[in-house]
T-cell receptor, first 110, second 114 residues
């Protein structure tokens, strides 16, 4: 079992929809949680970063961590075609390397 | 544009061969990280260098090696290539040595082993 599991999708939604992207993790020591966005033929870019449990909001994006259930979520409100990309969740504990999920491919249809 | 450059963009080679991938970090960044991305394994950390010294090692095969030069650019050497080595290889850089720093990824090198 991978330490971070993510449904690969693809996920297709109409423009303006609320998107929910999810990951689960198995390592209880994970404290830092990140979401990366990767456009086709590009490298990943950091989108959201949270520490421990709770919510963090940045514009149309909300990251949520529930450590009790080891569940990580990213919500995108008012989704746009420009949000079409692969979204990677990542976690780590302390000063250790990042562990990535395999990514969920999202298509937002105009 | 992240400021991290990688060359070449594409590489096609045969099994058993050796290739070198090159990465130039963002100006001012001292750490370089190498990752491999494949469909079945996802994005996996290979190795980190900080200011010329190996800092952390991940799932890097013995056939693979890397180094960081005094001008801070880095090279990833892949030898005795196998079909399964076909993947995207990303380099990332950050300011410091720790994993708390934001990593900026380059555009990647797509390696195809035939």
């Amino acid at each position: 079992q991978k330490e971070v599991e993510q449904d690969p999708g693809p996920l297709s939604v109409p423009e303006g929809a609320i998107v929910s992207l999810n990951c689960t993790y198995s390592n209880s020591a994970f404290q830092y949680f990140m979401w990366y966005r990767q456009y086709s033929r590009k490298g990943p870019e950091l989108l959201m970063y949270t520490y421990s449990s709770g919510n963090k909001e940045d514009g149309r994006f909300t990251a949520q961590v529930d450590k009790s259930s080891k569940y990580i979520s990213l919500f995108i409100r008012d989704s746009q075609p420009s949000d079409s990309a692969t979204y990677l969740c990542a976690s780590r504990s302390g000063n250790t390397p990042l562990v990535f999920g395999k990514g969920t491919r999202l298509s937002v249809i105009a | 544009d992240s400021g991290v450059t990688q060359t070449p963009k594409h590489l096609i080679t045969a099994t058993g061969q050796r290739v070198t991938l090159r990465c130039s970090p963002r100006s001012g960044d001292l750490s370089v990280y190498w990752y491999q991305q494949s469909l079945d394994q996802g994005l996996q950390f290979l190795i980190q260098y900080y200011n010329g010294e190996e800092r952390a090692k991940g799932n890097i095969l013995e056939r693979f090696s890397a180094q960081q030069f005094p001008d801070l650019h880095s090279e990833l050497n892949l030898s005795s290539l196998e079909l399964g080595d076909s993947a995207l290889y990303f380099c990332a850089s950050s300011v410091g040595r720790g994993w708390t720093d934001t990593q900026y990824f380059g555009p990647g090198t797509r390696l195809t082993v035939l």
